[in-house]
């Protein structure tokens, strides 16, 4: 933990009763009887609720579409949260029930569960992080196996929005070559990749924005024999269609993406995935797929792209790093410039993606040179982080 200062949560009623309570203060929080409280847990008539200020939760048996309040549905182990329209970030099409499988617990206790969660959204993460956390921190203390600071996959819970792709039992997407997954810049023009690949740049990633680019598909056929011709690993971003069409080595897609593209027919033409995430949730949403590997971000402040959410420094990184590491190769993107390269490359992120630090370089050429050198410098790994 970062932080020496106790977050404090209330319960209303004094009759309020949680097997978790006396653990919270291994997460730096403190639980206990009050009525003044920022974030308080109380019973009323329709059951328990947590208000954190921001937001309203409501544990529920039955969950319907509701304008403002999350609503929280245990049954056994499963956790349903209902999330309220006006929280959706991109609106309408965003999916609206995020569900939960915490399958080495064999019950859901909502007590424990409120307590989790209001813990975790005062320590400042977002509601399906908070949750997906929740979860896993009362799983460990289940297995008992201590209520530290969640780090270990093993007790976190799978999540999904409803009405994701669900891949086969078997498939998993190709694996790439973690040995040339290192600097991995992220660029929009042809002239760009050519100029990073020459400079000896072994992953990169060709990212157009506008698809009414009229030559979007020669761009993309240009790309995979740049990749081809330096035996570097090219992913394109979003146009998954136009990829298989022409035999890319991967691509890259983000959250939403992954709801609308055919994901099995990716894998079974043998193309490398790419999935960004941004948090717990997303993380544990992108294991679901098998990825190639999965991007981390966004780091740092950035210029390049508007992001709905916060940056996630380098602490956060190390513990995304830590729960992922062994499963799935990852990637740090985000305001990463050669400066911030060293304590990112701390964490034991195994490539870091950037745009800007390379294009907004006075000298792009040395600039990719001295990242390079950089990335493959032996550091001293998971030194101590300061952000
Ligand atoms: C390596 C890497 N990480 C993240 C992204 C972002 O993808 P996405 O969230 O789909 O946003 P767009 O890039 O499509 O705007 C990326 N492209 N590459
Ligand atoms: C595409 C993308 N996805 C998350 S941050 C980002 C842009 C990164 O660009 P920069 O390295 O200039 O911050
Ligand atoms: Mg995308």
Redesign the pocket.
């Known amino acids: 933990m970062n932080t020496t200062e106790m977050k404090t949560i209330g319960f209303a009623d004094v009759e309020f009763k949680s097997s978790v309570l006396d653990n919270t203060r291994h997460l730096g929080c403190r639980v206990f009887h009050a009525t003044t409280e920022d974030t308080i847990i109380q019973m009323c008539q329709a059951g328990l609720t947590l208000n954190t200020g921001d937001n309203v939760w409501q544990f529920v048996r039955e969950s319907q579409p509701s304008e403002s309040i999350y609503q929280v549905c245990c049954q056994d182990n499963r956790v349903a949260v209902h999330i309220p329209k006006g929280e959706c970030p991109k609106g309408e099409n965003v999916q609206s029930v995020a569900l939960f499988h915490a399958d080495k617990l064999t019950k859901v206790n909502q007590n424990d569960l409120a307590v989790a969660l209001a813990c975790f959204i005062e320590l400042g993460f977002d509601p399906l992080d908070a949750m997906t956390l929740g979860l896993a921190w009362m799983t460990q203390q289940a297995r008992a196996a201590g209520a530290g600071w969640p780090e270990d996959r093993t007790w976190f819970p799978t999540t999904h929005f409803s009405g994701d792709h669900v891949m086969g039992e078997e498939a998993e997407f190709s694996p790439i070559r973690k040995d040339l997954f290192t600097l991995?810049p992220?660029v929009d023009t042809v002239e760009w990749l050519a100029l990073v690949l020459e400079q000896g740049v072994t992953t990169a990633?060709l990212?157009i924005?506008d698809p009414n680019d009229p030559e979007l598909k020669s761009k993309i056929q240009q790309a995979i024999a740049l990749g081809q011709q330096y035996g570097a690993q090219v992913?394109i971003?979003?146009y998954w269609e136009l990829a298989i069409e022409m035999g890319a080595f991967g691509v890259?897609?983000?959250?939403?993406?992954i709801e609308v593209a055919d994901l099995t027919a990716i894998q079974a033409a043998g193309l490398r995935l790419?999935i960004?995430t941004h948090g717990y949730f997303e993380i544990m949403r992108a294991f679901n797929l098998k990825p190639s590997y999965i991007?981390l971000?966004h780091i740092f402040p950035t210029v390049t792209?508007d992001m709905p959410s916060q940056p996630q420094g380098v602490i956060r990184l190390g513990q995304y790093v830590a729960l992922i590491k062994g499963a799935y190769p990852t990637?740090a993107?985000?305001g990463i410039s050669g400066e911030r390269l060293p304590k990112v490359k701390a964490t034991g992120v195994d490539a870091i993606?950037l745009v800007t630090a390379i294009t907004r370089a006075s000298s792009p050429k040395a600039a990719t040179q001295s990242l390079l050198q950089a990335m493959t410098e032996k550091g001293a790994p998971h030194a101590a982080l300061c952000e």
């Open positions: 991995y992220v990633q990212r924005k992913f971003n979003d890259h897609l983000g959250q939403e993406d790419g960004s991007a971000g792209k990637v993107i985000g993606a």
